[in-house]
Nanobody, 124 residues
C-alpha cells in the first residue's frame, strides 16, 4: 500500500522555524519527484516547493523562496521541508506529494499520490 505520511507540523512564532518530513512507503521513492503544497484556511491549495528524483532540480513558490528549503534522503525514503523566518501567512495545512515521472513541477495535477497533511500555525 502506497503511503505518504507528513510530520513535524505544529505551532511556531513569527520568525521561527519548523521542519516538515514526509515518509514514503509502498513505491520506489528514488524514482519519484516530490512536492510540497499547502492550503491556507479558506483558500485553495497552492504550490510550495518541488524536488526532482535525483535532487538536481528544485523549484519554489515566490512567496517562500529564500526562506524554505526542500530536500530528500533517498536512503531513508523521506522528503523534507525546512521552513525558516516563518510568517503568519504561512499558516496552512501542508501536504507532500509524489510524481512518478521524476521531474517535478509546480502543477498539482502532475502528482499522483498525496499525504493527509500536517497543520502549521504561525502566530504573530
Amino acid at each position: 500500500q502506497v503511503q505518504l505520511v507528513e510530520s513535524g507540523g505544529g505551532l511556531a512564532q513569527a520568525g521561527g522555524s519548523l521542519k516538515l518530513s514526509c515518509a514514503v512507503s509502498g513505491r520506489t521513492f528514488r524514482n519519484d519527484a516530490m512536492g510540497w503544497f499547502r492550503q491556507p484556511p479558506g483558500k485553495e491549495r497552492e504550490f510550495v516547493a518541488y524536488i526532482s528524483s535525483n535532487g538536481g532540480t528544485i523549484g519554489y513558490a515566490e512567496s517562500v523562496n529564500g526562506r524554505f528549503t526542500i530536500s530528500r534522503d533517498n536512503a531513508k525514503n523521506k522528503a523534507y521541508l525546512q521552513m525558516n523566518s516563518l510568517k503568519p501567512e504561512d499558516t496552512a495545512v501542508y501536504f507532500c506529494s509524489a510524481d512518478r515521472t521524476g521531474w517535478g513541477t509546480p502543477r498539482s495535477s502532475n502528482y499522483d499520490t498525496w499525504g493527509q497533511g500536517t497543520q502549521v500555525t504561525v502566530s504573530s
